[in-house]
């Protein structure tokens, strides 16, 4: 009997995740199938600018106060505000780098986004409860599809442009905003 439930429990499992990527598959193709080309990423970056465009808009930026240099200096920082998010409970630091082709042109952009006041202990502020938020937000940002869920990530696919959603640990979450145009063309060419 028990054989017989597990078997079903992972038949169901299986079908599942089938569904799922055929969910993800469809919409991937049918977007980049219409023609639609959103590279604004946020900010004024964009899919396609190159490295040193990257460079010269973050000191831009910092010069006018707005990013500083994240923690280990690995990215960009900007502080959100409630009136940016649809986050009421303060400030959200968001983290972010550029993601570079060989050419050095932006193909995606890494993001992390917690709560300013982020601590263990403070579970307000755990990331299960940012990630909502943030999906509210980035909903607000770049209006279209919904997100799905697959696997353990939430994605959203409008066009060419995919953004990836999921909690990274307790304080973090972890967003990938990518060209799925660059990726696809790239593995039909290996």
Not at 28 to 44: A, C, M, P, Q
Not at 47 to 72: D, L, M, V
Not at 82 to 101: E, Q, W
Request: hydrophobic content about 35%; charged content about 30%; aromatic content about 12%.
């Amino acid at each position: 009997m028990r054989l017989r439930v597990c078997k079903s429990a992972l038949l169901f499992s299986i079908i599942f995740l089938v569904a799922c990527q055929s969910e993800y598959n469809s919409l991937v193709e049918d977007e980049l199938t219409s023609g639609v080309r959103n590279d604004s990423i946020f900010y004024s970056f964009k899919f396609g600018q190159t490295k040193t465009e990257f460079y010269n808009a973050c000191w831009e930026y910092n010069r006018k106060k707005i990013f500083t240099h994240g923690p280990s200096n690995n990215y960009v920082q900007a502080i959100l505000h409630p009136k940016d998010t649809t986050d009421v409970k303060g400030k959200i630091r968001m983290l972010f780098y550029a993601k570079f082709n060989k050419e050095e042109e932006i193909i995606a952009m890494d993001v992390k986004f917690s709560h300013v006041a982020w601590a263990p202990w403070n579970k307000d502020l755990q990331a299960d409860q940012l990630l909502p938020k943030v999906k509210d937000t980035l909903l607000k940002w770049y209006p279209g599809n919904d997100f799905i869920k697959v696997k353990d990530v939430l994605v959203k696919v409008d066009g060419n442009r995919q953004i990836r959603l999921k909690q990274e640990s307790d304080k973090d979450v972890s967003v990938v905003i990518e060209d799925m145009e660059y990726r696809y063309n790239k593995l039909r060419k290996q």
